[in-house]
C-alpha cells in the first residue's frame, strides 16, 4: 500500500521551510525560557552586571556554581543574544542595556518575570488539558506559586513606569484628587504593588486592597509594612461584589477584570461603592478590536496568557463572562456601560496596556 496520500492538496515547500523556521526559532526560546529562571534564581545575571567579560570559570568563582553547568548556561545565552561572546578570548559579557531589562524588577521592565509566568502554564499544562475537555475553569489559587511571583515581577515595572506619572494624570482631576487626601479601592490587588505604590505617592490618601486569594492578601501586607504605608493600606480578603460600599473616591482594576467571572457585576458594585464625582480606573493589556489587528507579538504573549490564566480563571466563577486578556476597547466598554457607567473613554496607553476612565 502506498504511504502517498494522493488527496492531499500540494504543498508549498517554502512555506514549509518557513514554517520549520519559525518552529525552531520557538523551541529554541522554550528551552532558553528555563536557563533565564536559573539566571535569575541564582544571581547569575546580576553577577555579570558590571559588563566584564567572563569565562565560566571566573562566573564559577565569583557565584559558587558548577563550571561545567556555567559553562553550558552562558553559551545558551550566547546563542539567544542574551550574552555577547569573544571567540578569541572565549569570554562572555552581559551588555549594560541587556542587564537594564535582566537583573531587577525596579526597573521599567523585568524579562525574567515573564518567564516565570510561562513556567507557570508548562508546570498546570495536564491541568489545561483537562478543562479544554470539559469546559471547566481553573481558579487563581490553583496554580503553580510560580505565577504570583512572576505575574507581581512582570506588571510591578510598567506601573513604577507608568501609574503615577502617566495614567494618573491622564484622567481629568484625579492626580488632584490623590494629592489632596482621597479613598481609594484597588480591587483585584493581587500581591499590592498598585496599592503601595500610590500609598507612597499620595501620603494624604487611603488605599484599600481586595482580592479573594488569601496568600496573596497576606503577602501585601507584608509588602506594606516593609514600605512604611501600612497604616494607610488596609488588605481584606474579599472578593469583587462584596468588599464595602465605602464611599471610595477611586476604585481601580489593574490587569484583572477580564480574569473576573462577573465582571458586570464586579463595575455595578463599584458604581455603588462611589462617592457620586467618582472614578473608576481600568487597566487593561492593550488588544484591538478586531482578531486580526492582534495577530502580532504583543498579541500572540497576551492570548498565550488568556488561553491558560485568564479565560479559565473567569470560568472558574460565576457568570463565566470570560473577556479574555485581549478583550479590547469596545467589549470592555459596553461591559462598563452595562455596569451602569455612561461615561468611559480611553485615557492612555503603552505598548502593553491600554488605561480607561469611567464615571457615573
Known sequence: MSTTDTSAPPMNMAKFEQFLGRFVQDLGAVMHGATVLIGDRLGLYQAMADSAPYTSQQLAEKTGCDERYLREWLACQGASGYLEYDSANQTYTLPPEHAFALISDENPIF??????????????????????????????????????????????????????????????????????????????????????????????????????????IEAARKAAEQAGVADRCHFEVVNSKEFPRNDFDLICYFDCLHDMGDPVGALAHSKAALKDDGIVMVVEPFANDKVEDNLNPVGRIMYGASTMICTPASRSQEVGLALGAQA?????????????????????????????????
Open 111 to 216: 524579562i525574567p518575570a515573564g518567564y516565570y509566568i510561562a513556567g507557570s502554564a508548562y508546570r498546570d499544562e495536564e491541568k489545561f488539558t483537562e478543562i479544554f475537555k470539559t469546559g471547566k475553569g481553573m481558579g487563581w489559587h490553583e496554580h503553580h506559586p510560580d505565577l504570583f511571583c512572576g505575574t507581581l515581577r512582570f506588571f510591578k515595572p510598567s506601573y513604577m513606569a507608568n501609574l503615577i506619572g502617566n495614567w494618573i494624570p491622564s484622567i481629568d482631576g484625579l492626580k488632584e484628587k490623590l494629592e489632596a487626601g482621597a479613598k481609594v479601592a484597588d480591587v483585584g490587588c493581587r500581591l499590592g504593588a498598585s496599592t503601595i505604590l500610590m500609598a507612597k505617592s499620595y501620603p494624604k490618601s487611603e488605599f484599600w486592597g481586595y482580592d479573594y486569594h488569601a496568600p496573596s
Open 328 to 360: 479590547g476597547e469596545a467589549r470592555l466598554k459596553a461591559v462598563a456601560n452595562q455596569g451602569g457607567f455612561s461615561q468611559f473613554r480611553r485615557a492612555s496607553e503603552t505598548p502593553f496596556s491600554l488605561v480607561f476612565e469611567a464615571r457615573k
